[in-house]
Nanobody, 126 residues
Framework: QVQLVESGGGLAQAGGALRLSCAAS????????MGWFRQRPGDEREFVAR????????YYADPVKGRFTISRDNDKNTVYLQMNSLKPEDTDVYSC???????????????????WGQGTQVTVSS
């Protein structure tokens, strides 16, 4: 079993920055691809970013390209999401997720991921 805990959320002004962290425990996450998703109550979960096991291959949703950066430190079992140039539209609950298995399911689909954190709130004021 893997436990994921997000932190770093909070209130930021438009144009500001936040850095989210996702700490894994219970089993090493170094062999897992990791992703970030965001969601508002009543809405479907939206893909944000994904990083490969070695941190080399990265994917981003179009709305965050050029503004957000996903990274990982496998020695610390931690994945990060650096969010720059924040917009009010970025206001959401952000969750990290682990993808430990090979699958034909799209990497952009939440069903691809086996483990999820509880989420951290990000609020961006205009």
């Amino acid at each position: 079993q893997v436990q994921l805990v997000e932190s770093g959320g909070g209130l930021a002004q438009a144009g500001g920055a936040l850095r989210l962290s996702c700490a894994a425990s219970g089993r090493t996450s170094s062999s897992f691809s990791m992703g970030w998703f965001r969601q508002r109550p009543g809405d479907e979960r939206e893909f944000v970013a994904r990083i490969s096991t070695d941190g080399v291959i990265r994917y981003y949703a179009d709305p965050v390209k050029g503004r957000f950066t996903i990274s990982r430190d496998n020695d610390k079992n931690t994945v990060y999401l650096q969010m720059n140039s924040l917009k009010p539209e970025d206001t959401d609950v952000y969750s990290c997720a682990a993808d430990p298995y090979r699958s034909s399911t799209s990497i952009y689909s939440e069903s691809r991921y086996s483990y999820w954190g509880q989420g951290t709130q990000v609020t961006v004021s205009s």
